[in-house]
T-cell receptor
């Protein structure tokens, strides 16, 4: 998990609240991504970015926004939280566009929406 | 959304036994990765595969990139208690930047 920092580690939200999950990496990686992990579902890609100023949707983008104003940071925003967004969120970064042995994951953010 | 089919879903084995798990897809992948996740932590990369037919080892772990490019296999030999965790395969499709994960295999090792 070297170099990818996620905050907060734990968060409880009420339905309709907004919040931002922060992700930062200090490895000068171009590629960053956000996944959510639900029981029995593995990791599903929410959004990803191949460089500053460039973002794209993954498999499950609805309800989430991202931006990539700098190489280091890739925040994930929930504009109006829903119980279905209760999950564990992982940020990842890579310097090889998602391939190879350079993918690093953060330690995860546990989000509960009540 | 698309996910890879990973099997088995869970395994309960005795220490010292060998373990096999696999991942299949209807799509062709040009990179296969295998990760292990411990409780409360993010996935950690175990093995990366880049060529069809490639066989790569990492200690007691051996993984293979299927010839058809639609599957991959992970074997763990002589399992030990610290092998407990969830193992994920992940694939990168040709022409995309999206890494797709399998549903995971939960491994439990009993002494």
């Amino acid at each position: 998990n070297a170099g990818v920092t996620q905050t907060p580690k734990f968060q409880v939200l009420k339905t309709g609240q907004s919040m931002t999950l922060q992700c930062a990496q200090d490895m000068n990686h171009e590629y960053m991504s956000w996944y959510r992990q639900d029981p029995g579902m593995g990791l599903r890609l929410i959004h990803y970015s191949v460089g500053a100023g460039i973002t794209d949707q993954g498999e499950v983008p609805n309800g989430y926004n991202v931006s990539r104003s700098t190489t280091e940071d890739f925040p994930l925003r929930l504009l109006s939280a829903a119980p279905s967004q209760t999950s564990v969120y992982f940020c990842a970064s890579s310097n090889n566009r998602g391939a190879g042995n350079t993918i690093y994951f953060g330690e995860g953010s546990w989000l509960t929406v009540v | 959304g698309q996910q890879l089919n990973q099997s088995p879903q869970s395994m309960f084995i005795q220490e010292g036994e060998d373990v096999s798990m696999n991942c299949t897809s209807s799509s062709i992948f040009n990179t296969w990765l295998w990760y292990k996740q411990d409780p409360g932590e993010g996935p950690v990369l175990l093995i990366a595969l880049y060529k069809a037919g490639e066989l790569t080892s990492n200690g007691r772990l051996t993984a293979q990139f299927g010839i058809t490019r639609k599957d991959s296999f992970l074997n763990i030999s002589a399992s030990i208690p610290s092998d407990v965790g969830i193992y994920f395969c992940a694939g990168l499709r040709i022409g995309t930047d999206k890494l797709i994960f399998g549903t995971g295999t939960r491994l439990q090792v009993f002494p």
